[in-house]
């Protein structure tokens, strides 16, 4: 290995060594299972990349003796299967998306038979390139689930994924390359330059977007919990921009051919403690609510603040029919739970009493009714503060175009006057 050459992957490995180092301080210092996954595929998809570069026999002439194939033929589909797991429970497909649930089973599987199928070809004496070949054949499939995954999560709405899918367009370039290097090509300092430039951007795009994925998920906490709320609401849409998001998901499940299920919760407390001595107890109250709601339903859904005793989510391409369901029963009940308001030792338990309406709204449907669905919705919350549940549910049913026709949704749609 030359001396440019070798600078190449050096570089590329002493990335990966700082990225491993400040993975390993995140998971001493946060213990948790998400950091242990990400931990986990950084230093073995970090140590199989290392290995196939050839930088330790070139580094360790000794090294040259052992026979490596064993473990060049299974580290890259072993790798595949934890990338494509972890990227199901990041982007929280794997739940939800029947689309990615079957594809992730038979594909593990699938790379798992394809790492034991070049083990034994080790085993039966076959040439390392034969080998290798069968091995980037297995690992090009792991990278298109990897990258069909990372593309739904943003048709689904998930902003953060248009990172993941870039850092699945560097990984295909990774692979290879790495596996060009591993069979004994020469393409030449510039294509080995281009492929360790998109190893260390695979990498460093990766860890980028976990790590701004779990600090959101811990401001969702600690805001729910009623910790250190802003005196504005977080990347909460509100009135017009709200219907606009309404409207983005409605086209979203039409592009899909699946319903959208737009739901609203009515707080008719909120000004229970107009007079109290905190500065803005309403504001307090209104982000852990936020929060809460959020973190029930990911960040693909849209939540928003229709007026301030009235919040409206859409959760776009639903394909759980009991998915409507489930929505109101979590919210209804994670919602109940008190807040605390206000600084120790003035601080005082808010008991939210809320009510869900929910209109399961189908395929087809056109986003210019958002406004309408939105308002059906927000009634059906407010009739359900006198109902036992706390819950109504209507389906949208639109009624043809006529000029002395109402309004679909067979109800009042009027805005409620705070």
């Known amino acids: 290995m030359q001396a440019e050459e070798l600078a190449i992957w050096s570089g590329m490995a002493g990335v990966l ?20 996954r990400a931990w986990l595929s950084l ?25 490596w194939l064993p473990l060049k033929a299974t580290l890259g589909p072993l790798c595949g299967v934890l990338a494509m797991t972890y990227l199901g429970h990041w982007s929280g497909l794997r739940a939800e998306d029947r689309l990615v649930k079957r594809m992730m089973g038979p594909g593990a599987l699938l790379l798992m038979v394809g790492a034991l199928a070049a083990l034994g070809l080790v085993a039966s004496g076959h040439p390392a390139e034969e080998v290798l070949v069968v091995t980037a054949s297995v690992n090009a499939l792991a990278v298109l ?55 260390t951007g695979y990498f460093v795009t990766v860890t980028m977007v976990v790590r701004l994925r779990a600090q959101q998920l811990r401001r969702l906490r600690r805001l729910a919990s009623g910790e250190g709320a802003p005196p504005e609401l977080p990347e909460m849409p509100c009135g017009a921009q709200l219907v606009t998001r309404v409207e983005d998901a409605l086209w979203r499940s039409d592009r899909m ?47 928003g603040l229709y007026h301030q005793r009235c919040f409206v989510l859409a959760v ?5 029919p009991k998915r409507g ?14 807040v605390t308001v206000g600084p120790d030792p003035l601080s005082l338990p808010f008991q939210p009493e809320v009510s869900v309406g929910v209109v399961p709204v189908p395929a087809g449907t056109d986003e210019t009714f958002a406004v309408a669905i939105i308002n059906l919705a927000e009634q059906l919350a407010l009739r359900a503060h006198d109902e036992p549940g706390r819950i109504l549910q209507q389906p949208w049913v639109a009624l043809p175009p006529s000029p002395r026709a109402s309004l679909p949704g067979q109800v009042d749609t009027q805005p409620v006057p705070l």
């Open 257 to 303: 051919h699946l319903p959208c299920l737009v739901a609203a919760v009515s707080l008719s407390n909120l000004y229970a403690y107009r007079d109290a001595p905190q500065a803005d107890p309403v504001g307090e109250i209104l982000v852990a609510l936020a929060a809460r709601i959020r973190q029930l339903v990911g960040f693909r859904n849209v939540v």
């Open 145 to 199: 689930m990897g990258v069909l995954i990372a593309v739904r999560s943003v048709t689904l709405g998930d902003s953060l994924a248009r990172w993941m899918v870039a850092a699945c367009l560097c990984l295909a370039q990774m692979t290879a390359g790495l596996y060009a290097k591993g069979l004994g090509m020469d393409m030449g300092n510039a294509y080995w330059a281009l492929t360790a430039g998109a190893t």
């Open 316 to 320: 776009s391409a639903v394909q759980d």
């Open 17 to 36: 060594l700082t990225l491993t180092v400040i993975a390993t301080f995140d998971l001493a210092s946060r213990p948790s299972l998400g950091a242990a």
């Open 325 to 338: 369901e489930l929505v109101s029963d979590r919210l209804l009940r994670e919602l109940r739970m008190a």
């Open 43 to 67: 230093v073995l998809t970090g140590g199989a990349c290392v290995l196939m570069s050839g930088l330790p026999e070139a580094l360790w002439t000794s090294w040259r003796a052992l026979n």
